[in-house]
Every structure is written in C-alpha cells, then in structure tokens.
C-alpha cells in the first residue's frame, strides 16, 4: 500500500484565490510527480522532480501553477489565481521503480 | 503520439463471474505497463506491473495480466469477482527511466452484481 501523504483531502476555493496543496512522498522515493485527473477520468501529467530539481513540466504548469519540493519538506503545488476549469482531482506519485499514488486533493473552484 | 486505449466505458458482471478488462497501447519501443484501481475517486493503487519477461503477471487480489507486443495489448483479468471489485480500473504505460510520466486510459467502471 502506498505511503504517500497528501493535504488536504478536499479544496474548496473561489476563482481567483491561491490554491494550495502539499504531498509527502514515500520515504526513499527521490522522483515526485503532479498529475491532474479531471471529473472525465482524463489525467494530464504537470510536473516532476527529482530531489529538489523540476525535470519536466508542461506549459500550463509554467503560467499559473508553481511547484517546489525543498528539502526535508513537504512537495506542494499552488495554483496562482484559481478557475473553474481547475476543479479535478489532483495526485501525486513517488517511485524508486513504478509510481505509487497519494489519496489526492479533491479541488473545489465554486 | 504515445497513447493508451479503454474501449470499454464499463463492464457489469456478477459476483463470482470472471472479468476481463481491455487495454491496447501505442508506443515506440515497448513500455512498462500498469494497471491501477481506482475506489470512489480515491487515490490509484497499483493492481500489477510489466516491465519484461513472463508476458503473464500477477497482481494482489488474484488479478493477472497478459502483455501482447503482437498485438499491443496489456489485458487484465479475474477468474471470479467479488462485490469489493467494483471500482474504475486505469491501464497506464510509462517509458524508463524516472523522469518518465504515464500516460493513462480513460478506465474502465466494473459494476460487480451481487
């Protein structure tokens, strides 16, 4: 079973608020990866990291959403000024080999 | 364009039944393949991997899986489903490597009728 921890479960935010969410991988899983699955079942990979450093992104993680995952704390990952195209479910995975997903942080964006 | 395909939106079975859930993959070379469960919106648990070798996996829960390059196939399945099998199932494929992300199917919704 997967040990990845995210926070919080649920986000309910209006458009135009910040949007924050963190996750703390597996303990020895150097990669981390942000994925965006929405009410379709459609996922769309953001962004990863390896250790502290972004190893790939995709243009819509470059405008309006940030990432970190500094050491010794929690990954996060903030949406700037929320939309209502945001609301989905958002999940993040360590591997050393295959991914191993978190419960996901459920955003709202009324 | 590197691509996984669901072709069924949903399958009903009953309880006791066996499953079998379909997913083909385009991609170059051949890539790790996954499937994941997926409970009321939850997070994915991962059910089974293939990276190489036996073209027959095992998963947790008496899941198994057969990987096709012929046919570019990774189909999963359960020789007898219980109730607690009813949840949305995602075939995903990857390249190696750790920077690689998946790439997911649309999933498959399994109904287990009592």
């Known amino acids: 079973n997967s040990k990845v921890i995210q926070t919080p479960r649920y986000l309910v935010k209006g458009q135009g608020q910040k949007a924050k969410m963190r996750c703390i991988p597996e303990k020895g899983h150097p990669v981390v990866f942000w994925y965006q699955q929405n009410k379709n079942n459609e996922f769309k990979f953001l962004i990863n990291f390896q250790n502290q450093e972004v190893l790939q992104q995709i243009d819509m993680t470059e405008k309006r959403f940030s990432a970190e995952c500094p050491s010794n704390s929690p990954c996060s990952l903030e949406i700037q000024s929320s939309e209502a195209g945001d609301s989905a479910l958002y999940l993040c995975a360590s591997r050393t080999g295959e991914q191993y997903f978190g419960p996901g942080t459920r955003l709202t964006v009324l | 364009a590197q691509s996984v395909t669901q072709p069924d939106a949903r399958v009903t079975v009953s309880e006791g039944a066996s499953l079998q859930l379909r997913c083909k993959y385009s991609?170059?070379?051949?890539?790790?393949l996954f499937w994941y469960v997926q409970y009321q919106r939850q997070g994915l648990q991962l059910l089974l991997k293939?990276?190489?070798?036996?073209?027959v996996v095992q998963g947790v829960n008496g899941f198994e899986a057969e990987f096709s390059k012929s046919d570019s196939s990774f189909h999963l399945r359960k020789a007898s489903v219980h109730w607690s099998d009813s949840a949305v199932y995602f075939c995903?494929?990857?390249?190696?490597?750790?920077?690689?992300?998946?790439?997911f199917g649309s999933g498959t919704k399994v109904i287990v009728l009592p």
């Open positions: 293939y990276y190489s070798g036996d073209p």
């Open positions: 991609y170059s070379g051949t890539p790790y």
């Open positions: 995903a494929a990857g390249q190696t490597g750790f920077a690689s992300a998946l790439t």
